[in-house]
């Protein structure tokens, strides 16, 4: 039948995350261990050091994800792990502990898309999201209109020529001297809500950020910002020129989403005129200013938003395990692995 239990496994860039769901759409469990500090101490993310930050908290994590599930291996129909795009030492720490659990307990193994289970997990969120779709990913590293005409029928709109959205939301973020504990979005986000001011004109369905981050340095050494002062001591003049700045980017930093899926929308419905929703994902979509916006030009065009919590929108084993479950469903999968397959064989 259709009654599916699968863990998901993701391990593709700095959160190592598991979770198991069920084919129904109930998240029966879901952890996620951040780099946070570590990505606040060197301000960045190190493949060999993200990569021994999974491999030390990968047990963990996955028996958490079980034991919260209170599902035992052998009660698993599949397990599902991200096997790209991503830091490919990271990746092995993810889809080295699924093969050798899916060997241990004779498991079929789903091999996921990192970027398509962003998509997808949408319809775990909103069950009646049919195919075809149009759907926006923002994070760190990807920046993508993507038609989603059915189960891995994807035709690609538009994508990052140079930097990714929340690429220039991290810079923007660190080069305003801005709290780099969380990541850069959030923190933009709040310093922004301060103020708001104008914004600029592109032409296609691709996205560039590399323009806007250059005019965030300007920006900076022309007000001769002290950036070394944590936000929260500096002086109410200098407080508001962070402000200013943080809000000028995230308005033109929004401004281009919105006109791009306008113009997405257009084409998409030429090619789909059945399309009625726009799916919003990935890391940047859990900022509120961004939704909105986007909620508006979805309205004007008569479809529907649907975007995930935010806790579904950045990395999460949630969307792994789902997209593992739409895939198993249509005989997608590879047989369990040898149990004995040596450690080193992926
Ligand atoms: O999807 P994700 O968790 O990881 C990647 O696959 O890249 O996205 C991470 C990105 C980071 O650039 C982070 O700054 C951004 O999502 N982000 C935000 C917000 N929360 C996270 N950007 C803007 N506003 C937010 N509230
Ligand atoms: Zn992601």
């Known amino acids: 039948g259709d009654d599916l239990v699968v863990l998901g496994i993701e391990t593709s860039c700095d959160d190592t995350a598991a979770a198991v769901v069920r084919s129904n759409g109930e998240i029966l469990s879901q952890v996620v261990s951040s780099q946070a500090d570590l990505l606040a101490q060197y301000g960045g993310v190190a493949p060999k050091m993200a990569e021994e930050a999974h491999a030390k908290v990968i047990d963990k994590v996955v028996q958490d994800a079980l034991d919260k599930a ?6 698993l129909s599949a397990v599902a792990v991200t096997i790209g795009p991503g830091l490919s030492l990271c990746l092995r720490v993810g889809v080295q502990k699924a093969r050798n659990l899916a060997g241990r307990f004779t498991k079929p193994i789903v091999g996921v898309h990192h970027m398509e289970a962003h998509a997808l997990v949408a319809r775990l969120v909103k069950q009646e999201l049919e195919f075809p779709f149009l759907v926006l990913l923002i994070s760190g590293g990807h920046n993508l209109l993507i038609l989603a005409r059915d189960l891995g029928q994807y035709v690609q709109l538009g994508t990052a020529i140079d930097d990714a959205i929340g690429e220039a939301y991290d810079k923007t973020a660190k080069w305003l001297g801005l709290d780099m504990r969380r990541s850069g979005g959030p923190a933009i986000e709040e310093l922004a809500r301060e103020v708001q001011t104008p914004m600029k004109q592109h032409k296609d369905c691709n996205f560039s950020y590399a323009g806007l981050k250059t005019q965030v340095r300007l920006a900076i050494e022309s007000k001769k910002i002290n950036v070394e002062i944590p936000l929260s001591f500096s002086s109410v003049e200098d407080r508001c020129s962070r402000a200013d700045i943080a809000a000028s980017f995230q308005r033109v930093a929004v401004l281009h989403l919105e006109e791009r899926c306008e113009r997405a929308i257009d084409w998409a419905m030429n090619i789909e005129p059945s399309i009625k929703h ?49 895939h198993f469903r249509m005989g997608r999968f590879d047989p369990p692995p040898p149990a004995d397959e040596p450690e080193d064989v992926v």
């Open 278 to 326: 726009l799916v919003v994902s990935g890391g940047v979509a859990s900022n509120q200013y961004v939704r909105a916006r986007l909620d508006e030009v979805v309205k004007r065009k008569s479809l529907q938003l649907v975007c995930p919590p935010p806790s579904l929108c950045t990395d999460n084993g949630v969307m792994v395990a789902w997209t593992g479950i739409e």
């Open 70 to 75: 209170k599902i035992a291996e052998t009660d």
